[in-house]
Structure formats: C-alpha cells, structure tokens
C-alpha cells in the first residue's frame, strides 16, 4: 500500500475542511491572545491573575470539545448517508446538553470565584488579581457554549467557513475593546484585568448572536429553526450515551488532568506561572493548524466510515499518519526559531523570561508527539467508531502518569522545566500505543442506523 493516496478528492476535501477550522481555530486563539498579550504589559502577578482565572474557561472549553466531538461523530456519519433529520435531532440534543452545563458553571464562577481560584493556587496577589477576571467571565459562559456548539454542528455538514467568519468579527470587537477598556481611551478608564474580562465578554455575546441569527434564520443545509428546540432524541439518544459518553468522559478526564496541572502550575512562582501562560499560548498558537487538520480529519474519516468504504479509509490512515508526524517535526522546529521574539512581546521579569525559553524547549519535542498521537487517536480512531479506546488510554496516562510523576516533581522541589516535562510526557509516550491501535485498523465501526 502506497504511502500517500493518490485520490485528489481527499486532499481537495480535507484542505476545504481543514482551511476554514485552522483559521477559525487561530482566530478564537488571537481573542484570547489579545488579552493574554495586552495584560502582558502590566506585569507578572496581572498575567499570572488571568491564566488562572481563565483556566474555568480553558476546562469548560475541554467540555465543549467533548460534546462537539461527540455530536460530530454521529452527525459526519448521518451526514455521508444525507440523513438531516437525524442530524437535527441530536443537535438539538446537544445544544441543550451544553446550555445545561453553561448555566451550572456561570453560576459557580459569579458565585465562588475566590474559592475557585484558591484550589488553582496560594499566592493571594494572584488571587486577587485573577478574581474580577473570573467573575466577569462567569457571565460569558453560557454565550460561548451555546455559539460553539452551533459552529460544530456547522462544521459536521461541511460548512466550516461560518465559523471563521463569526470568530474574526468577535476578534475585531474583542481587540477594539480591550485597547479602550484596559487602557483607558476614548473617555473610558483604565480598567486593567477587568477591562479585559468585560471586552472578552461583549465579543462572546456578540458571537452568540451572530451564530443564533444565521443558523436559525440563514443557513439552509441544515434548515434547523426555533420550533426545531421541541425535537426529541429519542433512540439517538441511546446511541450518543453509547458512542457519545465515552468522548464527552475523555474530555472530562482531560478537564480533569488540566485541573490538576493547574493546581500543580498554582503552588509555583509568579514567574513561573507567567511563564506558564506565555507557553501555553505558543501552544496553542501551533497546535491550532494541528486541530484544524485533526477535525477535518475526523469529518472526513466519519463521512467515510458511515458510507461502508473501510478499505479506502485504510489508505487514508496511512497517508494521514505520515502528514501529522512531519507537521509535528516542522512544528517543533518552528517553536525553536521563534520562542526568542515570542517571549519578548511580553513586559516579564528576566527570571520569568528564563522559565519561557525552558518550558518553550520542553514544548518542542512534545509537540511532534501530541501531532502524531493525538490528532490520529481523535481523527482516527474516535472519529472513526471507536470512542472507548480514547477515553481509556487518556484515563491510564492521565491518572497513572502525568499527575502522579508531577507531583513527585512538585514535592522533590524539581526545576521548573523538569514539573513541565511531567506535565507533557504523556504527549510522547502515547505515540506508542497510537501507531499500534491505528495500524490495526479495528476501529472503524457504522454508528448510524438505517432510515425507518
């Protein structure tokens, strides 16, 4: 079997998916950027304040992502058999599921903020600072659970491009606001972390509304309306509790891990939970293209599945698992070249400095393994009807691994960059057990059930 498939079609397909998710992906990334960068300025406790506070949204995004990816799953394999009225059924079905968990996680953030923020960590300052971000932020969690599972729901019917075109208007808002509120122009005050929090919270009402709007009254693939919200799942909803719930627990495991760390990365320095936050976006900021190819992937691998066609996915795993190991390479290549100039964006102390450039080391050799491991464990393998094995191995590596071996690190009194390397060693290792799983090829299962 050829290395690389000579079927234009699935380049062509995968490029038209993975385009629009990517630049979606790496806009939602500048929002966030925005904030991270322009609080930045105002040194290590202000940056250190909000990584902390917005690790309430990082886990309910990690929640968002599991119901997504679940919803997906179903909804690319309906998809390949032109089945939309199954595929509405079990958005609205998940819609309601993640407006649910919305309100209960809004309420906690308004209402307990400090209490929240001292489980993340012990330095009161950053408490304090981190405490009018999260309660603010609180409010915007319903807005953004509701708009990104609309996205999804878009992307399952391969309109991708919608999102990109909502997340670079909410950027445009987030930004413009963000220089008049922490800075203080145009008349306003200076309102530092809170003038941050305010700005990310009109862009995410903002982004609601738009997604409502065209997804209820525009889009006409999916033709879904108001009256649509009375649907019921009915034995969809079996069959996400079966396939769905495994996604939605990894993705709980993961929040759980990302708790974990949290509270791991809170008991350190306010230079090194600076220096946490400024590798956390190089993180991002290269891992996004990897997301956008990994979801494409997962459409396509969905699509592909539920049509019958396994030996053309066999073909497809193959080239795939040769394109995310050399973008993982590049990517850990491209984080050496840039982490110099990356750093000095920020107002930091020089020893906070000295913990990036460690950490942006760390980052990468682990990337080339989470390029590898974790786009063909999600794009594969889950997408392609096997969502236990995930939930599983992230389970064993999460649980068994990377918080017990980073706590020892923690208690040792370890150098910073070797906590870090805890943190992401599971990155690597679980390449192992990847090649092996994808290469057997028993993962591709039709969830869907016959029109009748």
Do not use: G, T
């Given at each position: 079997m050829a290395i690389?498939?000579?079927?234009?079609?699935?380049?062509?397909?995968?490029?038209?998916?993975?385009?629009?998710?990517?630049?979606?992906?790496?806009?939602?990334?500048?929002?966030?950027?925005?904030?991270?960068l322009m609080v930045g300025t105002l040194g290590d406790v202000a940056i250190s304040g909000v990584y902390m506070g917005s690790q309430i949204q990082t886990i309910l995004q990690m929640f968002i992502n599991g119901t997504g990816a679940a919803m997906l799953i179903l909804i690319a394999q309906y998809w390949g058999k032109q089945d939309l009225e199954r595929i509405r059924r079990i958005t609205v079905m998940c819609i309601k599921i993640v407006l649910g968990i919305g309100v209960v996680v809004s309420i906690l953030s308004i209402a307990l903020p400090t209490q929240i923020l001292r489980l993340l960590t012990n330095d009161e300052a950053v408490v304090q600072a981190g405490l009018p971000y999260l309660q603010i932020m609180g409010i915007s969690y319903i807005f953004f659970c509701l708009s990104q599972i609309l996205i999804s729901a878009m992307r399952g019917v391969e309109n991708a491009k919608v999102g990109m075109y909502v997340s670079l208007m909410s950027l445009f808002v987030n930004i413009f606001l963000n220089w008049v509120l922490i800075f203080g122009h145009l008349g306003f005050p200076a309102l530092g972390i809170t003038g941050a929090a305010i700005a990310t919270l009109i862009a995410r009402i903002f982004e609601c509304a738009v997604m409502v709007i065209y997804t209820f009254f525009i889009e006409k693939t999916l033709h879904l309306r108001f009256g649509d919200l009375r649907l019921k799942a009915g034995v969809l909803g079996k069959d996400f509790i079966k396939y769905g719930l495994p996604v939605m627990a990894g993705d709980l495991v993961w929040s759980a891990n990302v708790f974990g760390q949290g509270i791991i990365v809170g008991r350190l320095s306010a230079e090194a939970i600076a220096a946490s936050s400024i590798m956390g976006m190089m993180n991002n900021l290269t891992f996004i293209w990897i997301m956008g190819l990994s979801a494409a992937v997962g459409i396509l691998t969905g699509k592909t599945v539920g049509r019958g066609e396994f030996e053309k996915m066999k073909a497809y795993a193959k080239t795939i698992q040769v394109m995310f190991l050399i973008i993982g390479v590049a990517s850990g290549i491209l984080i050496l070249l840039i982490k110099g100039p990356f750093i000095s964006l920020y107002d930091i102390s020089d020893q906070a400095a000295i913990y990036a450039d460690q950490l942006m080391c760390v980052l990468s050799v682990s990337i080339v393994g989470t390029c590898y491991q974790a786009t063909g464990l999600s794009g594969l393998v889950k997408s392609g009807g096997d969502t236990g094995f995930v939930f599983k191995n992230d389970s064993i590596f999460v649980f068994l691994v990377v918080l017990p071996a980073s706590v020892l690190a923690l208690v040792l009194n370890a150098p910073v960059w070797v906590v870090f390397a805890c943190l992401k060693c599971d990155q690597v290792l679980k390449c192992f057990v990847a090649v092996v799983k994808i290469n057997r090829f028993n993962w591709m299962k039709k969830l869907t059930r016959e029109v009748g």
């Open positions: 690389f498939v000579r079927d234009k079609s699935f380049y062509k397909s995968l490029i038209a998916l993975a385009i629009p998710i990517s630049l979606q992906n790496l806009i939602a990334f500048a929002v966030n950027f925005a904030d991270n």
